[in-house]
């Protein structure tokens, strides 16, 4: 999970320039890097507290390993985009040590109590026995159907298989479950985005040709000034809008007993000018103008137009919700990337 908050933090400061990746990572026995559903989801939660079971050994076969995961604390109101369960496979020593396994992993679609539950299978994977490392598996259908309807929850079920068809017992080739050690017990990641919503997008306006002031009174064109935030001064020596530094730091607000990453964060603020004429530096609104003109006749009754973010960026913050699973939240609206008049 840190990787994935170290990957989407600095995909956040290309976020105009993102291309778009495969969805899913497949097989990998690396931490994946992140994929467009990585970067596009709003959170990222690791579900670590699960139940595990085994197969009863008086059972006949197949070999199996079941996994329950408790998604009390997924986000409301989220739709999922994608989930993924993770285990850790161990190298091994065992007499199928040198064949292929097939890894399978189902959805417990019902259970009965005289015959066999029904499953439906998410995803496979093909690999050596003496492959080491995290096997991922897609269960995004599995997840949506648990948001859906919560008693649907039966967890999943993972079976082993030779070439030959003959049934492994998962743990015998290496696959580790909660008696592994910490860092390399199964865990279940689901990522989620919020429904969209309409956003109308602030227009540039400039007044009528007209009703422009002579050119001796406008402010240097934007694109004549040393750097966009460079000091800029109105003809009066005032400051006009722009952006400031501010950095906020979680250590001082006490929250790093929580927050895993980052230890803080540029946020940014707008402060300054928006006296008239409103010149196209200023990114004003039709109204913004519109205000200043007003507040031109009648000052006592209208207020200038006020200097305030007109686009904004999210960051992505790490850390542990109550029950111990680590978030991976991208908090939107957060970073002030540009100023202007309202």
Known sequence: ML???????????????????????????????????????????????????????????????????DLAQVPAGESVTAAEFRIYKARGVSRHSNSTLHVSIYEIAAEHANRESNLFLLDAQQLRAGTEGWLVFDVTAASSHWLVERKYNLGLRLYVETDNGLSVEPGSVGLL???????????????????????????????????????????????????????????????????HELYVSFQDLGWLDWVIAPQGYSAYYCEGECAFPLDSC?????????????????????????????????????????????????????????????
């Open 282 to 342: 200023m990114n004003a609104t039709n109204h913004a103008i519109l205000q200043s003109l007003v507040h031109l006749m009648k000052p006592e009754a209208v207020p200038k137009a006020c200097c305030a973010p007109t686009k904004l960026s999210a960051t992505s913050v790490l850390y542990y919700d109550s029950n111990n699973n680590v978030i991976l939240k991208k908090h939107r609206n957060m970073v002030v990337k540009s100023c202007g008049c309202h």
């Open 177 to 243: 479950g909660r008696r592994g050690p910490r860092s390399k017990q199964p865990f279940m990641v689901t990522f989620f985005r919020a429904s969209a919503s309409p956003v109308r997008a602030t227009r540039a306006a400039k007044a009528p040709r007209r009703r422009q002031p002579k050119k001796s009174n406008d402010l240097p064109h934007p694109n004549k000034l040393p750097g966009i935030f460079d000091d800029v001064h109105a003809a009066d020596g005032r400051q006009v809008c722009r952006r």
């Open 3 to 69: 990787d994935l908050y170290h990957a989407v933090a600095g995909e956040e400061e290309e976020e105009e320039e993102a291309v778009s990746r495969p969805v899913l990572t497949g097989l990998s026995t690396q931490s994946p890097p992140p994929g467009s559903v990585v970067s596009h989801a709003d959170t990222v939660v690791s579900l670590v507290n699960m139940v595990e079971q085994d197969r009863d050994t008086s059972s006949p076969k197949p070999y199996w390993k079941e996994f329950r995961f």
